[in-house]
């Protein structure tokens, strides 16, 4: 059924119970098991101006969390007998995301999902799903 599955994977804890679905999902069906996590550039906000701090020590500061955030990922799915590939990708998150999911020829990509007021437009996962090259199983 599914052979290869990604999962997109930050701090969340959408996303953590994401990840667990994930690894026992592919532990069941002998999947392939990848994460991946996006770099979001330095936010428009952020002024270099006033800033005491410079921006790549927040963009390294970043790369270093998820670094070990994926390596804690490699962690829990080797102790459940599951292999994981772990990719750090910088770019937008919905664009970043679909992207590596066509590069990786994923047949399923696993999304935490947040809980949103019906007001609030533009959700990430509703995004990602639309423009997924495959299918898609949204995590609660």
Known sequence: MFHKIMVAYDESSEAGRALR???????????????????????????????????????????????????EARQQAKAAGVALDAELISGDEVGSIVECAKKRHSDLLVLGLRKHSWLMAGHTAQDIAERAPCAVLGIK
């Open 21 to 71: 679905a994930s690894i026992e999902l592919a532990k069941t069906l002998s999947a392939e098991l990848s994460v991946v996590t996006v770099l979001e550039p330095i936010p428009g906000y952020y002024s270099f101006g006033v800033s005491a701090v410079p921006a790549w020590n927040w963009t390294e500061e970043k790369r270093v969390r998820y670094s070990a955030l994926q390596t």
